[in-house]
């Protein structure tokens, strides 16, 4: 009797597992674009880093002429791990190396010119600074990204449609089968006003970098994966769309930089933003120029992360090989800023009601989703819902202070929210247009609440928030309190 009375026990609670699986609701469907797995993992990385090194390091110039000596180059003591530590240890993922800028110096040995490493006096032509990059990447655990100038001042076929885009296949080629796996390659349109008239084959190039690196971003003005946002200050538009219409991009037109600074709700293509600025005044090291402050880089991290973008920031490398240990400490200084900031939610253990929740409190997307730490869960509404809103109790004893409002999608479900406003006790202290991957409202006064409220206003199908947090930034101008 007693076996037969567990069982019946057994039975009853399988039966009680059962009927709360059979009551999670179905997700909505995604609003297209989306994003693919290897633009999820490039958004969800927020800050990468460039390092621009060439011969402009030794002549102290931003764009060469092409008729530098190569003897001019002579990094004594080049460690490529260096940079890449300095990258690492403030929890960067993602390095690019501009393997050649518009000067044609090539940083690794190519067969297809001279104008390389190895007529160097550096290692006595023996170097490969490509190789010593990705090495250093790869024992840090860091993925590597290349940019390889479509402007070629160095080159004698530059001008020369057919043969000079066989010449830069050939180099694309080198690069991609030579080093490894290569996680982003770097495509522009800059050129000066002087330079031949020459039409890039693009799409040709595109191929032939997804077939040698099926899993590769590929960024340029037009994407086809990441573009370029649009200017080089590391701001993006207050409204900042991943979705775009890439039949509207032309690679290097002077046209289209609002269109890329905030993107599009019609678009048809997901190819979010990047950022590029550098610590920097110029993209290459020059002695009499010093790091950017921490109160701008904050400024621009605020802009370019928190509006929706990646952060790629540019430390080059000084004539010795090395960082300057001024730029280090800056990003030093920058990485335990952002800590600082971010590394406590003043949401947490809040009491979160929403105006509805799809498939009820069972449903599976509760509005306590947006505090817990599984990416992928999310708050969802009804689709019956009018007005979507989410609003978390804070403190049952008094009040909490907070003047940043973070806000994030669930954006492999699509980008949704148009409209949005942010209440705290009943009065509006934030509004916008896009969210995204994050949304970062840095307010002027810090705000003492006991409630938070998030209405969406306006969307692309039912709202889906992944997080919400509020923080106390320190670092802002005014620590006056509303």
């Not at 030794?58 to 008729?67: K, P, Q, R, V």
């Not at 930089?257 to 600025?277: A, I, M």
């Not at 989410?390 to 008094?398: A, F, P, Q, R, V």
Request: proline share 5%.
């Amino acid at each position: 009797m007693r076996k037969v009375w567990w069982l019946c026990v057994a039975v009853s609670l399988l039966d009680q597992v059962m009927l709360a699986w059979s009551q999670l609701a179905s997700p909505p469907l995604p609003v297209l674009p989306i994003p693919s797995v290897t633009q999820l993992k490039w958004q969800r990385r927020e800050i990468i880093m460039f390092f621009h090194f060439g011969m402009n390091t030794f002549t102290d110039s931003e764009w060469g002429t092409g008729h530098e000596s190569p003897s001019s180059f002579n990094p004594t003591n080049l460690d490529a791990n260096q940079w890449v530590g300095a990258a690492a240890d403030i929890g960067v993922s993602l390095v690019i190396l501009t393997a050649k800028h518009h000067d044609g110096f090539c940083l690794w040995p190519s067969t297809y010119t001279d104008h390389t490493v190895e007529k160097s006096p550096w290692k006595g032509g023996k170097g490969d600074i490509v190789r010593e990059f990705v090495d250093a990447a790869k024992a840090r655990g860091v993925d590597v990204g290349l940019y390889l100038s479509p402007w070629d001042r160095h080159e004698r076929s530059y001008g020369q449609d057919l043969q000079y885009n066989e010449f830069y296949i050939a180099q694309l080629q080198e690069l991609l089968t030579r080093y490894g796996s290569i996680s982003e390659i770097w495509f522009d349109g800059a050129k000066g006003a002087d330079a031949a008239n020459m039409t890039y084959y693009f799409n040709d190039w595109f191929s032939m970098v997804k077939q040698l690196q099926n899993s590769i971003n590929i960024f340029s003005d037009a994407g086809p994966d990441v573009r370029w946002v649009g200017d080089e200050s590391g701001f993006a538009g207050s409204t900042c769309w991943s979705p775009i219409n890439r039949t509207m991009l032309t690679i290097g037109s002077a046209s289209i930089v609002n269109y890329l600074n905030k993107g599009d709700p019609r678009g048809t293509d997901w190819v979010p933003p990047e950022c590029d600025v550098s610590i920097r005044p110029g993209w290459f090291w020059h002695k009499p120029e010093a790091p950017k402050s921490l109160s701008k880089l904050l400024e621009i991290y605020y802009k370019s992360v928190g509006r929706n973008c990646v952060l790629l920031l540019n430390v080059p490398p000084n004539s010795t090989g090395l960082l300057s240990e001024t730029d280090i400490k800056r990003l030093k200084e920058f990485h335990s800023a952002i800590y600082t900031i971010f590394s406590n939610n003043l949401t947490k253990g809040s009491k979160v009601k929403a105006s509805s929740q799809r498939g009820g409190q069972r449903g599976g997307f509760s509005a306590e989703n947006v505090l817990n730490d599984d990416e992928l869960s999310y708050w969802a509404p009804e689709d019956t819902d009018g007005e979507s809103w989410i609003e978390m109790k804070l403190s049952d004893n008094g009040v909490i202070s907070f003047n940043v409002i973070r806000i994030q999608e669930a954006i492999w479900m699509g980008q949704r929210i148009k409209n949005h406003e942010v209440y705290a006790d009943d009065k509006v202290v934030a509004q916008g247009m896009t969210v995204g991957y994050k949304r970062l409202h840095r307010l002027g006064k810090i705000i003492q609440a006991r409630s938070v409220r998030i209405r969406i206003t306006n969307s692309r199908g039912v709202p889906l928030l992944s997080s919400v947090g509020l923080h106390l930034d320190p670092f802002a101008a005014s620590s006056n309190r509303i």
